[in-house]
């Protein structure tokens, strides 16, 4: 069974830094990936960016590039998600999400089969 847990979310003001955490447990599969994938309300949902366990690869969404970094810790079995310069458009509820071989430039909205409960982030401006 595949589990993921996210933390570190809270308030913040605008141009702070904020880091979460996604823990996960039961990731077996080849071509693994991790990311994060957030939704604001009125929004669509948004893929933030990824981390490929197998092909070393790193995805952001354009809105983020440049601000957050994603990471992963193999021995804690976590992956971070990094944030600076946060702004008020990045409130939003953040999930850790999961998948084989989906973390591609152009895919970071794919249909994934495993979500966390998700951390609330919001920036006060």
């Known amino acids: 069974e595949v589990l993921l847990e996210e933390s570190g979310g809270g308030l913040v003001q605008a141009g702070g830094t904020l880091r979460l955490s996604c823990t996960y447990s039961?990731?077996?599969?080849?071509?693994?990936?991790v990311g994060w994938v957030r939704r604001a309300p009125e929004k669509e949902r948004e893929g933030v960016a990824c981390?490929?366990?197998?092909?070393?690869?790193?995805v952001y969404g354009d809105s983020v590039k440049g601000r957050f970094t994603i990471s992963r810790d193999d021995s804690k079995k976590t992956v971070y998600l990094q944030m600076s310069t946060l702004k008020p458009e990045d409130t939003a509820q953040y999930y850790c999400?999961?998948?084989?071989?989906?973390?591609?430039?152009?895919?970071?909205?794919?249909?994934?089969?495993?979500w966390g409960k998700g951390t609330l982030v919001r920036v006060s401006s």
């Open positions: 999400v999961a998948g084989e071989d989906w973390c591609r430039v152009g895919n970071l909205n794919a249909d994934l089969p495993f």
């Open positions: 981390i490929s366990f197998h092909r070393y690869s790193i």
């Open positions: 039961g990731i077996g599969f080849n071509d693994v990936a």
